[in-house]
């Protein structure tokens, strides 16, 4: 008879630590604020350093066409995540900000954490 609540004991402890794990890992929002100071268009994309992903993704870029325009940028990622921006000018990757272009170059301070938080405005200039 002890085996017998031993076994759902111990079934009930894996049940719950499943449960703790899938719950860990849950949806967040970091929230960046871009802007330029640059007569050419820039061409931006957000990187997570703890996987494979990128925003928008799928190949494409988010671009920055107005000079002293404030865009916005609402990335659903993972908390506790480090999410990186890149930024080049649209046609020229060589002219970059942040990481750059496909993750090219290292960057401290363009990385922030996904904890709900806004990114206080990056404004891009070029000299």
């Not at 031993?6 to 402890?13: D, K, T």
Request: proline share 2%.
């Amino acid at each position: 008879m002890l085996s017998k609540y031993v076994s759902r004991g111990f079934g009930l402890a894996v049940f719950g630590a499943m449960m703790f794990v899938s719950f860990t890992a849950h949806a967040e929002n970091l929230y960046w604020s871009l802007s330029k100071q640059y007569g050419g268009t820039i061409s931006v994309t957000f990187y997570s350093e703890a996987r494979n992903h990128e925003w928008p993704g799928g190949s494409q870029v988010w671009l920055l066409e107005r000079d002293s325009q404030r865009y916005t940028f609402n990335l659903s990622c993972n908390r506790g995540e480090n999410i990186c921006f890149g930024a080049w000018v649209r046609g020229n990757p060589d002219i970059y900000w942040g990481v750059g272009k496909d993750r090219r170059f290292s960057c401290q301070s363009c990385c922030h954490v996904c904890n709900g938080s806004t990114v206080q405005n990056v404004n891009f200039v070029y000299r």
